[in-house]
């Protein structure tokens, strides 16, 4: 465990000075992180198996989100890792228990009853899993083989509940992290694929800044022999969308530059909105980058589909007015102004140097469900209205 105590403090030295660019690239070194946790934590055989590795990943999960709270991803990743943990034990203990023999000269006992009871309840959530707004409204009427505190307590009537073990358990983990690792790897492309059905021939496409996800989903539509052209706001104060357009144009699409500023002026001849953001919260609205919101407010004016491109690794299950949520972050003053600059603007004569101009540099901004028209992704195009019905693997189960 000391080499991943130093991977858990390297990682985490990286989050809080911001070394880690993009909510994809965290996911997956979130994930990966967390794999080596759960492949080197040693179990004894009379410990709970699950409940260790839950707890385990809890408290990685914990120091990761408090180095950088504004980073969505890493809470999402961590409940998507203790959903999997919780899951597997399920499956596991309802093979064992549908296996295990059954004597013809044997009666069936008031607690062998209830045992099976709760095998048959573990398969119907394994096989219909419950919706990521009913475990949100509702945590406690699950039943109790399916309550996320049944890893804590297997004791069914004073019958001692027995764990499975710690090598099965784990191979079986592994394998459902390696699989939400490569889901992390290959989004973009997947999101990509669906590209064809939204972007139509000789359609005006705008987007803000620039995002990875977004310059996939257009180049796919330039493969299919989708003639449009793209407008792109430059983003600033960082002015990726420069990097974007270059791009884009690299890829033989024709490309627009404007300032962010005349987004209003330009929404009226667009046919389709299309953007990155940073986190898709549960109640469908969205933080984006600083900006978003004026495009969204601008093609709700002019009647223009709103498009957010995500994996499910930016689905968050918390509301914007949770306390767990950090909005917004403030980035360097550096990126508007010079340091150089302040020196004039500074007031000597009460002493302590009091400056007289003030940068404020905010990161992102939160985009309200009304603004949002249509949430793709890769499993299909949620609307905001059901944003709730994704299945509730992607990130039911809250951190404590």
């Known amino acids: 465990m000391a080499d991943v105590q130093g991977l858990i403090n390297d990682f985490a030295t990286k989050l809080s000075k911001r070394k880690v660019e993009g909510s994809r690239e965290t996911a997956r070194m979130t994930a990966e992180l967390l794999r080596s946790v759960i492949s080197q934590q040693k179990m004894t055989s009379s410990t709970n198996h699950a409940a260790v590795l839950i ?3 809890r408290g990685v999960g914990r120091r990761l989100i408090d180095a950088n709270p ?33 004597g ?14 709760s095998s048959a309840a573990t398969y119907q959530r394994i096989l219909h899993p419950p919706s990521l707004s009913t475990l949100l409204g509702s945590k406690l009427d699950m ?32 394998e459902a992290v390696n699989d939400l690792i490569e889901d992390i790897k290959t989004c973009h492309e997947q999101i990509a694929d669906q590209a064809v059905e939204l972007i139509h021939q000789k359609e005006v496409v ?6 990875r996800t977004v310059k996939k989903f257009l180049c796919a539509a330039k493969e299919k022999k989708r003639s449009f052209q793209v ?20 890829k033989g699409l024709q490309t627009t530059m404007i300032a962010d500023s005349s987004v209003f002026a330009m929404i ?21 980058p600083v900006g978003m919101n004026m495009v969204a407010l601008a093609a709700r004016k002019h009647a223009v589909p709103f498009v957010v491109v995500a994996g499910t690794y930016k689905l968050c299950p918390l509301y914007p007015n949770n306390p767990e949520v950090l909005l917004n972050d403030m980035r360097c003053p550096s990126e508007l102004l010079s340091f150089g600059e302040f020196s004039d603007c500074t007031d000597f004569s009460i002493g302590s140097g009091a400056p007289l101009l003030h940068v404020l540099n905010p990161a992102f901004d939160y985009v309200p469900p009304e603004l949002v028209v249509v949430l793709h992704d890769y499993d299909g ?7 709730h019905d994704i299945p509730s693997n992607h990130s039911p189960f809250a951190i404590n």
């Open 381 to 387: 195009m949620p609307s905001k209205n059901n944003l």
């Open 70 to 102: 504004v980073e969505l991803a890493v809470g999402n990743i961590v409940r998507r890792v203790l959903y999997i943990i919780r899951e597997e034990e399920l499956s596991l203990q309802a093979g064992e228990l549908t296996l295990s023999p059954q």
């Open 143 to 174: 039943p109790p083989a399916c309550h996320p505190s049944a890893s804590r307590n297997h004791d069914i009537e004073g019958k001692a509940y027995k764990s499975p073990s710690s090598l099965t358990l784990k191979r079986h983990i592994m």
């Open 104 to 117: 013809s000269d044997r009666e069936i006992d008031e607690e062998d009853d209830k045992l099976f009871l």
């Open 206 to 211: 705008l987007t803000l800044g620039h995002s």
């Open 55 to 57: 707890d385990a990943v």
């Open 231 to 250: 407008v792109v706001a430059e983003g600033a104060p960082k002015y990726l969308g420069h990097v974007l357009a270059k791009g884009l144009a690299a």
């Open 268 to 288: 009226s001849r667009v046919n389709m909105v299309v953007v990155g953001v940073h986190a898709v919260m549960a109640n469908g609205g969205v933080i984006a």
